[in-house]
């Protein structure tokens, strides 16, 4: 018996655990992950990104479930079913504590697939489109999250005392970090998700790369780090399967199931 027999539904990560350096899949993660839907296992992403920079790579590996923004919107087939976020009060609190007592702060709010920021996000993401704005005048909206580029190790002790109860920081990359609602995490998003299709948490298998994967991968069936993952995600996995450089997710998931 392979270590998938049994899994009910596959989850995988985005940038650097299916996807290669240049935001790329090969055909033959298609290959496997089509090979996946005639067995009936279900997939899904959950990543960082907001769905509009997601939902092309659903759509590559035939995703039906999609988690974004962190956990803070569930997707089944395209459409919502989850949502939440910052309300319109805490956001601007946020924001305005935040400029006025870290100046040099890159800090941009994301809502639904919009980004407005003050800074140039495209040094950190390459071709993500935003809207300039030095947030004098904050859109009035949910936000499904704020993200913030932190200038110094000191000035993330100043940013921690301004986040209100209800609310946390959570580390997304080197040198970035997002707020969040309480709740709002990836491993919750799941459960949402499980829940819509029937499938009970121990009967999922989770991909992922980064120390926010750490709550998936501890809270589903089986948790596989990825050969180029962070130490702390590695320690709390199951398994290691190769970088996402060699398609380690797909590999991992075709030796063990013998689909190709």
């Known amino acids: ?10 989850i995988t990560d985005l940038d650097g655990t299916l996807l290669k350096s240049r935001n790329e899949i090969s055909l033959f993660t298609k290959e496997v992950f089509a090979k996946l ?16 920079y997601s939902k092309i790579y659903a759509d590559a590996i035939g995703a039906e479930g999609a988690v974004v923004h962190n956990g803070c919107v569930v997707m089944d087939k ?27 702060i890159k800090i941009a709010i994301e809502i ?8 140039d996000v495209t040094r950190y993401w390459p071709g993500r489109t935003y809207i300039y704005t030095d947030f004098k005048s904050a859109p009035k909206q949910t936000a499904e999250k704020i993200v913030v580029a932190l ?26 970090c997002i707020v969040l609602r309480k709740g709002a ?3 919750n998003a799941i459960k949402v998700l499980a ?27 089986i948790g596989i780090a990825m050969e180029n993952a962070d130490p702390a995600l590695k320690n709390v996995a199951d398994y290691i399967c190769k970088s996402n450089e060699n398609d380690g997710v797909a590999d991992f998931i075709n030796t063990d199931l013998q689909l190709i």
């Open 185 to 187: 995490t990836k491993e």
């Open 112 to 119: 639904e697939d919009d980004m407005f920021a003050n800074f």
């Open 78 to 104: 395209g459409k919502v079913i989850y949502r939440t976020g910052l309300d319109i009060d805490t956001m601007e609190k946020v924001l305005s504590r935040s400029l006025s007592e870290i100046p040099d």
């Open 37 to 52: 839907k005639e067995k009936n296992i279900k997939t899904a992403i959950a990543t960082g990104r907001s769905w509009c």
């Open 1 to 10: 018996m392979g270590i998938l027999s049994g899994i009910k539904m596959i």
């Open 195 to 221: 829940s819509k299709y029937g499938i009970d948490m121990k009967d999922i298998a989770v991909f992922g790369d980064y120390i926010n994967d750490i709550g998936m991968l501890k809270s589903c069936g």
């Open 151 to 176: 200038p110094s190790p000191e000035s993330r002790e100043v940013f921690e005392k301004i986040i209100p109860d209800g609310f946390y920081i959570e580390d997304v990359e080197e040198g970035v």
